[in-house]
T-cell receptor, first 122, second 112 residues
Framework: GAVVSQHPSRVICKSGTSVKIECRSLDFQATTMFWYRQFPKQSLMLMATSNEGSKATYEQGVEKDKFLINHASLTLSTLTVTSAHPEDSSFYIC??????????????????FGPGTRLTVL | SQELEQSPQSLIVQEGKNLTINCTSSKTLYGLYWYKQKYGEGLIFLMMLQKGGEEKSHEKITAKLDEKKQQSSLHITASQPSHAGTYLCGADMRGNNNDMRFGAGTRLTVKP
């Protein structure tokens, strides 16, 4: 159980185009989904947190107009990189969590990670 | 600077040898996760530690969290080529699992 998929797994696009990445929770309902970015040989950096039916919360330094996040259902969140440029080339990973997110010692809501999407902008 | 410091950054060991990876924070952690990642792939969950002094094992991998909940170690016994990959520690920094931070990772190579 607790499988998260991402599509596409790999995308190459021209500079200036927009790219949409999908993140799906396959066997559970995800009230919260997270989007991370990982540059080569670096760790994951949280970009934004999205709750189903509400606007995403972006981390400092992440442009909300450039990285559009939609969490329209409990099983799907999308990240659209608008007007992509070569510096946006990166590995994008989503994670999904069921429940309210109020972690307590007895009910800890784990994040389940997708396999990632490698974006290359030429 | 990283909120979670991992060491070493990379490690090359001979098959059959034991190894330890460390993850340290200056803050008390609400939950500490260990993941394995192969290049260009997602994260594979290994273990989660919550309580100070907690220790968990799965096959040949043991993870510990210190009493202060600021440091964790991942120990692999009798390493095999299948253990190769990048190991990441991740931690819940605020207790609501909304703020996960990750270490920079430790790249492990196991020589046959």
């Amino acid at each position: 159980g607790a499988v998260v998929s991402q599509h596409p797994s790999r995308v190459i696009c021209k500079s200036g185009t927009s790219v949409k990445i999908e993140c799906r929770s396959l066997d559970f309902q995800a009230t919260t989904m997270f989007w991370y970015r990982q540059f080569p040989k670096q760790s994951l950096m949280l970009m934004a947190t999205s709750n189903e039916g509400s606007k995403a919360t972006y981390e400092q330094g992440v442009e909300k107009d450039k990285f559009l996040i939609n969490h329209a259902s409990l099983t799907l969140s999308t990240l659209t990189v608008t007007s992509a440029h070569p510096e946006d080339s990166s590995f994008y990973i989503c994670s999904a969590r069921m429940g309210t997110g109020r972690g307590t010692r007895s009910s800890y809501n784990e994040q389940f990670f997708g396999p990632g999407t490698r974006l290359t902008v030429l | 600077s990283q909120e979670l410091e991992q060491s070493p950054q990379s490690l090359i060991v001979q098959e059959g040898k034991n190894l330890t990876i460390n993850c340290t924070s200056s803050k008390t952690l609400y939950g500490l996760y260990w993941y394995k990642q192969k290049y260009g792939e997602g994260l594979i969950f290994l273990m989660m530690l919550q309580k100070g002094g907690e220790e968990k094992s799965h096959e040949k991998i043991t993870a510990k969290l210190d009493e202060k909940k600021q440091q964790s170690s991942l120990h692999i016994t009798a390493s095999q080529p299948s253990h190769a990959g990048t190991y990441l520690c991740g931690a819940d920094m605020r207790g609501n699992n909304n703020d996960m931070r990750f270490g920079a990772g430790t790249r492990l190579t196991v020589k046959p």
